[in-house]
């Protein structure tokens, strides 16, 4: 898509029409496997953004185009004909009912519309893992189990070692020893952290997104699981970002941890008053409620 949308780009600066780019082009550019022909490398991609990538922005994609007044929007078509040909095409903006109902005026009173925020940038590692959505196929889920027991095995030894080291110790205890000692106390405790994180994924198919999956001074990002519309198809791993407008005080909302107050869920805060309008969060219809009374 980003191709597409950069090739068109160029072509409007310079005063051509709209480029129909063949697979073939598309091939060499992107610099696809040399080892398969282009139809065959570019088939399976473009199916995942027809029906998965695209599908996900086209909502916010009409929303900005038509905040900023224009007549149309961009989709990604694929033309008929040897060889098949991939452009953008602008078609015009779907009605929107402009009476009692506006978008937010359809939902309940005190209710918050939340919007996916395409702006969010992942760090180098989060790129590495999920910058286009991680599949959850068989052979990562045993890789995964199998370096987590590694991780459980190594540090229960370790453990046992310190132990037996510090038990049959005949000299006096050293700044060392005290070192080590440390370590160990603090280590469950990340050991804990960690397995907790990752069960809690699985189990509740969203987190919060740690902080080193994020690039510098970017927030409330969130980590879960989407199940394939093919129950034969791996689930996906995304990251992704969902922000509202506070109803109270306009400011932006974003998603936090529930905390002590709202265990195991996970929350809108407002950044103005953060204690006081604070909302739930339903990614499957993209809705919240106010959780407190003042909300």
């Not at 065959?40 to 953004?49: G, H, N």
């Not at 109270?248 to 950044?271: A, Q, T, Y």
Request: proline fraction near 6%; charged fraction near 20%.
């Amino acid at each position: 898509m980003d191709y597409l949308a950069k090739q068109t780009e160029h072509a409007c600066v310079d005063g051509q029409e709209v480029p129909q780019i063949s697979t073939k082009e598309i091939h060499m550019d992107l610099e696809g496997n040399p080892n398969q022909e282009p139809s065959a490398w570019l088939s399976p991609l473009w199916k995942e953004i027809e029906k998965q990538r695209y599908p996900e922005i086209v909502e916010k994609l009409q929303n900005l185009c038509r905040q900023t007044g224009l007549p149309g929007y961009p989709v990604i078509t694929k033309l008929s004909g040897k060889p098949a040909l991939y452009c953008l095409e602008i078609r015009p903006l779907p009605e929107v009912a402009i009476t009692a109902e506006t978008p937010d005026a359809s939902i309940p009173v005190g209710t918050i519309r939340y919007e996916r925020d395409l702006s969010l940038t992942l760090s180098w590692i989060g790129r590495i893992f999920a910058n286009q959505g991680m599949q959850w196929t068989t052979a990562k889920r045993l890789s995964f189990v199998s370096l987590n027991l590694l991780v459980l095995i190594v540090f229960l030894g370790w453990e046992c070692l310190v132990f037996f080291y510090l038990w049959f110790r005949r000299v006096p205890i050293t700044g060392q020893d005290l070192l080590v000692v440390l370590l160990a106390i603090i280590a469950p405790y990340g050991l804990y952290t960690h397995f907790r994180d990752t069960f809690a994924l699985f189990e509740d198919r969203i987190v919060i997104a740690p902080e080193w999956m994020l690039a510098w001074k970017e927030f409330g990002a969130t980590v879960e699981i989407k199940r394939a519309a093919d129950l034969g198809s791996p689930s996906t791993i995304h990251v992704y970002r969902y922000t509202a407008t506070c109803p109270v005080c306009g400011w932006m909302i974003k998603l936090d941890k529930g905390g002590s107050d709202f265990p195991r869920r996970i929350v809108g805060r407002c950044e103005e008053n953060p204690r006081e309008h604070v909302y739930s969060f339903d990614r499957s219809t993209l809705r919240g409620y106010s959780l407190t009374s003042k909300g």
